[in-house]
Nanobody, 121 residues
Framework: VQLQASGGGLVQAGGSLRLSCAAS????????MGWFRQAPGKEREFVAR????????SYADSVKGRFTISRDNAKNTVYLQMNSLKPEDTAVYYC???????????????WGQGTLVTVSS
């Protein structure tokens, strides 16, 4: 399974971006898709996750109410709509796939290459 993340870029504080993560290559049986981010000098952290079967979602407190994760199973694609962006949201964003609803990096099996989001103040 390959995951391809896209949609990052430079945006002013208060702006919006939508990230996409397209999955391809083989049987895609992973039940959960997640978004993580890693800022310079910091550890990778959980942002949001969605269960592919029923669309159940959860979010990190830092993005709740501003970010929305969604999926299109027919396209094997997951999205992260990011609104009201803040400078502290600046990071490389990674999509990941795994078997269970987890916030832990090590429980996700497949990872995309990351896409950079920069929010200017």
């Amino acid at each position: 399974v390959q995951l391809q993340a896209s949609g990052g870029g430079l945006v002013q504080a208060g702006g919006s971006l939508r990230l996409s993560c397209a999955a391809s290559g083989g049987t895609f049986s992973n039940a959960v898709m997640g978004w993580f981010r890693q800022a310079p000098g910091k550890e990778r952290e959980f942002v949001a996750r969605i269960r592919r079967s029923d669309g159940i979602t959860s979010y990190a407190d830092s993005v709740k109410g501003r970010f929305t994760i969604s999926r299109d199973n027919a396209k094997n694609t997951v999205y992260l709509q990011m609104n009201s962006l803040k400078p502290e949201d600046t990071a490389v964003y990674y999509c990941a796939a795994g078997p269970r609803m987890s916030t832990r990096v090590h429980e996700y099996v497949y990872w995309g290459q990351g896409t950079l989001v920069t929010v200017s103040s």
